[in-house]
């Protein structure tokens, strides 16, 4: 059974960082695409940033510059360093894994699996 588990969400101010990790049981994350989403309060689940499964990262234009999504091999999973964080950055952040077949993973249409979320609180 795949389960992607989701750690490092919190609180911090304005300007601040976190770092996010996924770790995948079940299957092995290489060979398919994975990514970032996040869902704010009333607004609908936004793809974040994503890497394929030939390792071409993609990141929304909101983050560019900030976030950066890497492969965890080590733990079969995916991280996501988020820097400068903004207000606007608040929401649930969910990992998730491609549809066996699919190169990029740029909507929610792409996602076999999903993660249970782990929040962050960005304060001003």
């Known amino acids: 059974q795949v389960q992607l588990v989701e750690s490092g969400g919190g609180s911090v101010q304005t300007g601040g960082s976190l770092r996010l990790s996924c770790a995948a049981t079940g299957y092995s994350v290489s060979g398919f695409c994975m990514g970032w989403f996040r869902q704010a309060p009333g607004k609908e689940r936004e793809w974040v940033s994503s890497?394929?499964?030939?390792?071409?990262?993609s990141y929304t234009d909101s983050v560019k510059g900030r976030f950066t999504i890497s492969s965890d091999y080590a733990k079969n999973g995916l991280l996501l360093q988020m820097n400068s964080l903004q207000p606007e950055d608040t929401a649930m952040y969910y990992c998730?894994?491609?549809?066996?077949?699919?190169?990029?993973?740029?909507?929610?249409?792409?996602?076999?699996?999903w993660g249970q979320g782990t929040q962050v609180t960005v304060s001003s």
């Open positions: 998730a894994a491609g549809i066996p077949g699919r190169e990029y993973c740029l909507s929610r249409d792409d996602i076999a699996f």
């Open positions: 890497i394929s499964t030939v390792g071409i990262t």
